[in-house]
């Protein structure tokens, strides 16, 4: 499957923001973004349209685009993975996010649909599962594992090594 084909980022809110900027930061090719508030369709965000709810991705197939999870962490708790589960049904595949800045050990094995945020380090021997994100200058050290849709906050520092936050 290609990686040229265009993104659309799933909500609007602050965490999208930093995504979108993440992925023009990287050139990458964004279709727009869905969001389930109606007061939110029409706007843009860094130069990207909302462009509806996300119905729109009806008007699609998987095999047109890929998506991105622009929901952050929420109170609801897991709304991220309840996104990811639902549209993953579906089809579709889910983009990483790795901001320019960030420091990535060579060996780290990375889940899909996970974001490494600007100023991120994440050292050798780590396991970074889906749907996660290690957010603005996080520091993951040496043999760390996160499981599936785990948020590691910004300036968080994971040591010493072997760390295991399991799954939400």
């Given amino acids: 499957m290609s990686l040229e084909r265009s993104l659309i980022v799933i909500g609007a809110g602050g965490h999208a923001k930093v995504v979108i900027d993440a992925l023009l930061s990287r050139e990458m090719s964004l279709k727009g973004i869905t969001d389930q508030d109606p007061l939110r369709h029409g706007t843009s965000i860094l130069g990207v349209d909302v462009i509806g709810d996300d119905g729109v991705l009806d008007e699609l197939t998987a095999a047109d685009i890929r998506l991105v999870l622009g929901v952050g962490s929420t109170e609801a708790g897991p709304a991220r993975r309840n996104i990811f589960d639902n549209l993953k049904t579906r089809g579709y595949e ?33 396991r970074i599962g889906k749907g996660v994100i290690v957010n603005t200058g996080a520091r993951v050290d040496h043999d760390c594992i996160l499981g599936d849709f785990v948020h590691i906050a910004p300036g968080a520092v994971l040591m010493p090594s072997y760390v295991n936050i399991g799954a939400y």
């Fill in 94 to 126: 889910f983009a990483n996010v790795v901001h320019p800045s960030a420091v990535i050990g060579r060996d780290v094995k990375i889940g899909e649909g996970a974001q490494i945020m600007a100023g991120a380090v994440i050292q050798p021997g780590c």
